[in-house]
């Protein structure tokens, strides 16, 4: 079975541009590089990547283009490009488009304050990523994804991956509200879903693989097979699994499945909604 993780980061660390990464999280706190990723790749039988953004800047989705460039295991990357303002977003867009290895964008919307991905100028140039075939990683919280949902309204052209199945709060075992909001998201047919992040969400180092279950049965039930995608969140997993427990966890779960579903989240849905071609 051919496995692509759709979800990991690069960074040469600085305690001020990764100021997000706190003292509980001392592991992470030091440089993760593409040649540290590819030992984890070859180590667990997972053929290649796509990068995903860190910083908000345009030197960050530089640095990963260049990541890129020179490992070849890297298929994509998810930069990042200011949404918020109009004023560069089509001298941008025609930049990236001369580098295929860009296939997306993402900003840090989790934790933003309400009616941020509501402002006129984000869904305008949401709108702008469509018509340029770049793709829409959605990062936000359990709490923010009603208004995703609105979101998702405005820009319905636009292919969106939900990150980290919208980091419900597992820690505080509180699965409902958020089922019933994956219920109405994952209607809108342009939006596919990672499964990723959920050990960061639970109680780092203490959780066990049977509360995350229900999480993955209300995925999987909503978006169905063909529209969920494996990722890992390396590094930032570390802090709480290991890459082979999350990875053997998920091969654990899809056992039963057959193999055309299998093949489809752990390989061909990340080619689907990617766009990418071997």
Same mark, same amino acid.
């Not at 990963?64 to 303002?85: P, Y």
């Not at 469509?130 to 009603?146: E, G, I, S």
């Not at 995703?148 to 419900?168: Q, R, S, T, Y």
């Not at 990723?196 to 180092?205: H, Y």
């Given at each position: 079975?051919?496995?692509?993780?759709?979800?990991?980061?690069?960074?040469?660390?600085?305690?001020?541009?990764? %100021?997000?990464?706190?003292?509980?999280?001392?592991?992470?706190?030091?440089?993760?590089?593409?040649?540290?990723?590819?030992?984890?790749?070859?180590?667990?039988?997972?053929? %290649?990547?796509?990068?995903?953004?860190?910083?908000?800047?345009?030197?960050?989705?530089?640095?990963?283009?260049?990541?890129?460039?020179?490992?070849?295991?890297?298929?994509?990357?998810?930069?990042?490009?200011?949404?918020? +303002?109009?004023?560069?977003?089509?001298?941008?867009?025609?930049? /990236?488009?001369?580098?295929?290895?860009?296939?997306? $964008?993402?900003?840090?919307?989790?934790?933003?304050?309400?009616?941020?991905?509501?402002?006129?100028?984000?869904? %305008?140039?949401?709108?702008?990523?469509?018509?340029?075939?770049?793709?829409?990683?959605?990062?936000? /919280?359990?709490?923010?994804?009603?208004?995703?949902?609105?979101?998702?309204?405005?820009?319905?052209?636009?292919?969106?991956?939900?990150?980290?199945?919208?980091?419900?709060?597992?820690?505080?075992?509180?699965?409902?509200?958020?089922?019933?909001?994956?219920?109405?998201?994952?209607?809108?047919?342009?939006? $596919?879903?990672?499964?990723?992040?959920?050990? *960061? +969400?639970?109680?780092?180092?203490?959780?066990?693989? *049977?509360?995350?279950?229900?999480?993955?049965?209300?995925?999987?039930?909503?978006?169905?097979?063909?529209?969920?995608?494996?990722? %890992?969140?390396?590094?930032?997993?570390?802090?709480?699994?290991?890459?082979?427990?999350?990875?053997?966890?998920?091969? *654990?779960?899809?056992?039963?499945?057959? +193999?055309? +579903?299998?093949?489809?989240? $752990?390989?061909?849905?990340?080619?689907?909604?990617?766009?990418?071609?071997?």
């Amino acid at each position: 079975m051919q496995i692509i993780d759709a979800h990991q980061h690069f960074w040469n660390y600085h305690p001020q541009k990764q %100021s997000w990464i706190g003292d509980d999280m001392s592991l992470i706190q030091k440089d993760f590089l593409p040649k540290d990723f590819k030992i984890v790749l070859e180590k667990n039988n997972v053929e %290649s990547c796509i990068s995903i953004q860190v910083d908000q800047n345009k030197e960050e989705t530089l640095f990963q283009i260049d990541c890129a460039k020179h490992n070849d295991f890297i298929n994509g990357v998810v930069g990042w490009v200011n949404l918020f +303002e109009n004023n560069c977003i089509d001298r941008e867009l025609d930049f /990236y488009k001369q580098h295929p290895i860009v296939k997306g $964008f993402r900003h840090i919307l989790q934790g933003g304050a309400e009616g941020l991905m509501l402002q006129k100028s984000f869904i %305008s140039n949401l709108n702008k990523l469509a018509k340029n075939d770049f793709t829409y990683d959605l990062l936000v /919280y359990h709490n923010q994804l009603n208004e995703a949902n609105v979101l998702l309204k405005e820009v319905p052209d636009l292919p969106f991956v939900l990150n980290h199945i919208g980091k419900p709060d597992i820690k505080g075992q509180n699965i409902d509200e958020w089922g019933r909001q994956i219920k109405i998201i994952a209607k809108h047919q342009n939006l $596919f879903c990672k499964i990723s992040g959920l050990t *960061t +969400e639970a109680t780092w180092n203490h959780w066990n693989e *049977t509360e995350l279950i229900p999480y993955l049965d209300i995925i999987v039930e909503n978006f169905g097979t063909n529209r969920i995608i494996f990722g %890992s969140d390396w590094p930032v997993c570390l802090v709480s699994t290991s890459y082979e427990r999350w990875l053997n966890l998920l091969k *654990t779960y899809f056992f039963d499945f057959t +193999e055309n +579903e299998k093949n489809n989240f $752990f390989y061909n849905n990340f080619i689907t909604f990617y766009n990418i071609n071997y």
